[in-house]
Each structure stands twice: as structure tokens, then as C-alpha cells.
């Protein structure tokens, strides 16, 4: 059974482990490369860490912050949003719909940038794919009516990512479709499928109907980096 203390600082165990090949460390922060994520993580809030994140951020780049506990950044940091997210975790199989499932690849990607551009999932960049397998739906025309994918690779944890929808497609089970095959897909694999989503969205609900139990909360800071 996989260590589940590890999701209390998700991305710092996701940099140190399955993604260890593309993480930029320095010190106490790391970060995924900006063309791939800009998701990043400190081993512990405290000012030594922030210079050191600070070191392998640019200025006037925005990088996501992930944390145990509330992060407040010292001077040199502008905050654009903070909060509490909740994390959940599924240890059971579930029951999977018969709806005609894709691999996405490099093909895919300016449809996908531009579903999550407008359904808002969580940061999704150009070269987000990269961090794992991404699955869709297509309409019968061919184009991209729903996705999810794989983001942060722990040591047996494995996180679903960018469920999104269009919304003239909503109601349909396209969500809840794709990330029930992922998350069959991890557990059949021995790995814990886990996944972060506000407490007050609608999903939660669903993640809850599908299997899906809250682990606790972390802390989310968007925030930019100032000219020294």
C-alpha cells in the first residue's frame, strides 16, 4: 500500500519521484518546467524556501504553489488568489461506461489548451500531456467534447487531472466516464488514484458517487514573481 503521507505535499513528492526526470530543483522549492506545468512546491513554507523558489522563477511569471499548510510569500511575491482545496482519494474499482474512449497525443493539444482554456480544470499548458496519459470523447464530427488525464506521479499515487467538458456536451456522463477508466486504470496497475477539486464545485459530488473520499485539504497559492 502506498505511503498516503506523501499527498500532504503533493508536488514536492511528485517532483522527487515519478517526475523526477523533469523537475528543476534548487534547495528547499521545486517546480515542473513552465512549457509543462506551473505547478510548484517548497519542502516547508518558510523565507529560505521562497528565495529558492524565487531562483527558479522568472520575473513576472505566475507559478502555482501547492502546500500543507497556508503559504504566505514574503516580499518579492504578488498573490493573484489563495485558498484551501480538497484532496480525495479512491482505493476501489469502479464500474466503467461504454462510451468510445480515445488516447490523446501531440495532435490533440490545441484542442485540448483550448477546452481547458475554457472550462478552467486546474493549470493546463501547451505541454501538460506530457505528464502523463491523457484519454478523451469525440463527437460523431470528430471533435473534442470532453477530457482527463494524469498529472503528479507519486510512488503509488497517481493524480486525475483536467476533467473537463464543453458545455453544450454536460449531462451527458462524459466526465464521469473518463475519469472512472482512469482511475480503473491505476488501481489495475497497483497504483491509488487521487485528484484535488474545490470544495464548493459540483464535481465533488460526482467524485463521491464514483468512489472517491476526501483525504484533507491543501493549500493552492497562484502567485508572481516581481522584479527584484
Known sequence: MADLDQLDNPVWSSLHAGHRSMALLNGNAARYPRDISPLAALAEPNAQAFADLRELVEAGETVGLVSPVVAEPPAGWE??????IDQMVCTRVLVEADLPLIDLGEEDVPEMVALAA????GPFVAGTHRMGRFRGIKSPEGSLMAMAGERMHLRGLTEISAVCTWPQYRGQGLAKALVVAGANRIIAE???PFLH????NAARQLYEKIGFRTRRQVYFTVMTALPA
Open 118 to 121: 475554457a472550462t478552467e480544470p
Open 190 to 192: 497497483g497504483d491509488i
Open 79 to 84: 498573490v493573484k488568489r489563495a485558498r484551501f
Open 197 to 200: 477539486v474545490k470544495g464548493e
